[in-house]
């Protein structure tokens, strides 16, 4: 029998179709699930994605070369389905693909647990809105905040 949260997951992947990103030549791939992120260590650059593996049930995609990390992509578990994906790419390593390979595969292997990927950014961080629409993602609301 399906869960809401089973329906939810199938129409949500039926809006949301997630595009197949080349995999960047040169780089090995690990994924960190959530029995093993306490064992995922990051520089502060990778800040903005690594703000996400403090929810529960979060798991990661790191890419390497040379055993140096050089992107990761996050999923932060928020609810029963929701994730929240995260992604930070070091600086010399930017241009390769890295990012949307990254994020592509990781909200296909969250549709594969049954959870609802989502990608959030700043409204003027146009290169982070570039890459989700690349990938398959489409706008659906915009938060606003003032002080």
């Known amino acids: 029998m399906r869960t809401d949260a089973d329906r939810a997951v199938a129409a949500y992947a039926r809006l949301i179709e997630i595009r197949s ?4 030549e040169g780089y090995s791939f690990r994924y960190y699930l959530p029995e093993e992120i306490n064992e995922f260590d990051a520089s502060p ?3 903005p994605a690594t703000s996400r593996l403090t929810f529960p049930g979060s798991f990661a995609l790191a890419a390497y070369a040379d055993s140096k990390l050089d992107a990761l992509a996050t999923c932060g578990k928020e ?3 929701m994730y929240q994906i995260g992604v930070a790419t070091s600086t010399d390593c930017r ?3 890295l990012a949307k390979y990254l994020v592509a595969e990781i909200s296909r292997y969250t549709y594969e647990i049954s959870g609802i990927p989502y990608y959030s950014t700043w409204l003027t961080n146009i290169k982070s809105l570039m890459l989700a629409e ?3 993602y489409r706008y659906a609301w915009t938060e606003i905040y003032s002080m």
Not at 21 to 24: F, L
């Open 134 to 136: 690349t990938v398959g």
């Open 79 to 81: 609810n029963e389905c």
């Open 95 to 97: 241009h390769h693909g």
């Open 21 to 24: 990103i080349a995999k960047p």
């Open 45 to 47: 650059e990778f800040e």
